[in-house]
């Protein structure tokens, strides 16, 4: 690689700037309520064990959520993590797939056979969701090594969290796409805790955007709040790895508002901390910011806020009723074309037929 890049903060921005779209922002704020009120409805749905398995929730993530994807183009590819409910919405998916799946139903975008954790859907290019912590890393790395190699124009953005920044994955990813120049942006929302411990007392360095500097890479922190921020930010660096296909690690300050997961009551935090997370809900926020600036008055929020609730309704209905899959479909995606001496045996199948 050439000189080495100076790692840099950047400057968030208010999120209704004179250069916005007043549309622009308006469908904003209907994608992040449609992510908080998919995401609340999810949550409701397990406590009536409609949705089994873990089941982690974007809820006040919706800022981050919406300015990444508002940065990539249909052609570029998205890795996640286990927490990619908004993520699929925001692609592009019907809420009604990306529910049915929670549900575990054959119209889901895996086929019902996923769950919450490994959403997957190749025409909108989300490449999946991933159980193991940092096990999207090395697969997007690998899709940008394809891109280059096929020397096609599309960008890989693989988003972790805070507490896969500790795990080899992490540094053997950015530094292979380092080294071969793959265009790959590195996304770490950080929220602050690793399940329950603080990225402080993790990771002896906190702000972790500076470990770019480590592989010669540029990288970069923004309030993971303010949507258009995120965007900008998000722009900056899809689009240096779209044009000199080089790799970008940016990192995102959002924080979750509840636990972990759905079942985590997040008991590690203080009564203040609870307090403090309502006062900097990205939602609540951005909703205030619009309304100060004229951008959207009450009426038209209530009106956004009816249908998006009667979306999400509609998409716990459709899953409601959609069939479980068949148990004979279960191989039917273990490998892209037949492989000789697969496996199709069930639990309960000998293991040598009589």
Same mark, same amino acid.
């Given at each position: 690689?050439?000189?080495? +890049?100076?790692?840099?903060?950047?400057?968030?921005?208010?999120?209704?700037?004179?250069?916005?779209?007043?549309?622009?922002?308006?469908?904003?704020?209907?994608?992040?309520?449609? =992510?908080?009120?998919?995401?609340?409805?999810?949550? $409701?749905?397990?406590?009536?064990?409609?949705?089994?398995?873990?089941?982690?929730?974007?809820?006040?993530?919706?800022?981050?959520?919406?300015?990444?994807?508002?940065?990539?183009?249909?052609?570029?590819?998205?890795?996640?993590?286990?927490?990619?409910?908004?993520?699929?919405?925001?692609?592009?998916?019907?809420?009604? $797939?990306?529910?049915?799946?929670?549900?575990?139903?054959?119209?889901?975008?895996?086929?019902?056979?996923?769950?919450?954790?490994?959403?997957?859907?190749?025409?909108?290019?989300?490449?999946?969701?991933?159980?193991?912590?940092?096990?999207?890393?090395?697969?997007?790395?690998?899709?940008?090594?394809?891109?280059?190699?096929?020397?096609?124009?599309?960008?890989?953005?693989?988003?972790?969290?805070?507490?896969?920044?500790?795990?080899?994955?992490?540094?053997?990813?950015?530094?292979?796409?380092?080294?071969?120049?793959?265009? =790959?942006?590195?996304?770490? =929302?950080?929220?602050?805790?690793?399940?329950?411990?603080?990225?402080?007392?993790?990771?002896?360095?906190?702000?972790?955007?500076?470990?770019?500097?480590?592989?010669?890479?540029?990288?970069?922190?923004?309030?993971?709040?303010?949507?258009?921020? *995120?965007?900008?930010?998000?722009?900056?660096?899809?689009?240096?790895?779209?044009?000199?296909?080089?790799?970008?690690?940016?990192?995102?300050? +959002?924080?979750?508002?509840?636990?972990?997961?759905?079942?985590?009551?997040?008991?590690?935090? +203080?009564?203040?901390?609870?307090?403090?997370?309502?006062?900097?809900?990205?939602?609540?926020?951005?909703?205030?910011?619009?309304?100060?600036?004229?951008?959207?008055?009450?009426?038209?929020?209530?009106?956004?806020?009816?249908? *998006?609730?009667?979306?999400?309704?509609?998409?716990?209905?459709?899953?409601?009723?959609?069939?479980?899959?068949? =148990? +004979?479909?279960?191989?039917?995606?273990?490998?892209?074309?037949?492989?000789?001496?697969?496996?199709?045996?069930?639990?309960?199948?000998?293991?040598?037929?009589?």
């Amino acid at each position: 690689m050439g000189e080495t +890049s100076k790692t840099r903060t950047a400057r968030p921005r208010r999120t209704t700037g004179a250069k916005a779209q007043a549309d622009t922002l308006i469908a904003y704020y209907r994608q992040m309520l449609l =992510v908080r009120r998919f995401e609340e409805r999810a949550a $409701r749905a397990y406590t009536e064990a409609k949705i089994g398995g873990y089941c982690h929730l974007n809820l006040g993530e919706e800022a981050t959520v919406v300015g990444l994807m508002a940065a990539l183009e249909p052609r570029d590819y998205l890795f996640t993590n286990y927490r990619e409910h908004g993520y699929a919405l925001s692609r592009g998916i019907e809420s009604r $797939r990306v529910m049915a799946e929670l549900y575990g139903r054959a119209t889901g975008v895996s086929k019902g056979w996923g769950g919450s954790m490994h959403l997957f859907d190749a025409e909108t290019r989300l490449l999946g969701g991933y159980g193991i912590v940092g096990g999207q890393l090395p697969l997007a790395t690998g899709a940008g090594l394809a891109i280059s190699y096929r020397g096609g124009d599309e960008v890989v953005m693989c988003h972790m969290g805070d507490g896969t920044t500790n795990i080899g994955a992490f540094h053997e990813s950015l530094n292979l796409a380092a080294l071969w120049n793959l265009p =790959v942006v590195f996304v770490v =929302v950080n929220n602050g805790l690793g399940m329950g411990t603080t990225v402080d007392n993790a990771s002896a360095e906190p702000e972790l955007y500076r470990r770019a500097a480590a592989y010669r890479m540029e990288g970069a922190r923004v309030d993971g709040h303010d949507v258009v921020a *995120v965007r900008d930010a998000a722009r900056i660096a899809v689009e240096r790895a779209r044009r000199e296909s080089k790799p970008f690690l940016l990192e995102t300050t +959002s924080l979750r508002l509840r636990g972990h997961s759905v079942v985590d009551p997040a008991r590690y935090r +203080s009564r203040e901390e609870k307090e403090d997370l309502k006062a900097a809900d990205p939602l609540a926020r951005f909703a205030l910011d619009l309304e100060e600036s004229g951008v959207l008055d009450a009426e038209a929020r209530e009106k956004i806020d009816a249908e *998006v609730v009667a979306e999400v309704e509609d998409a716990a209905a459709f899953a409601d009723e959609s069939p479980y899959p068949d =148990v +004979s479909t279960l191989f039917d995606y273990t490998y892209a074309t037949p492989v000789a001496g697969e496996s199709r045996r069930l639990p309960a199948d000998p293991v040598f037929p009589a």
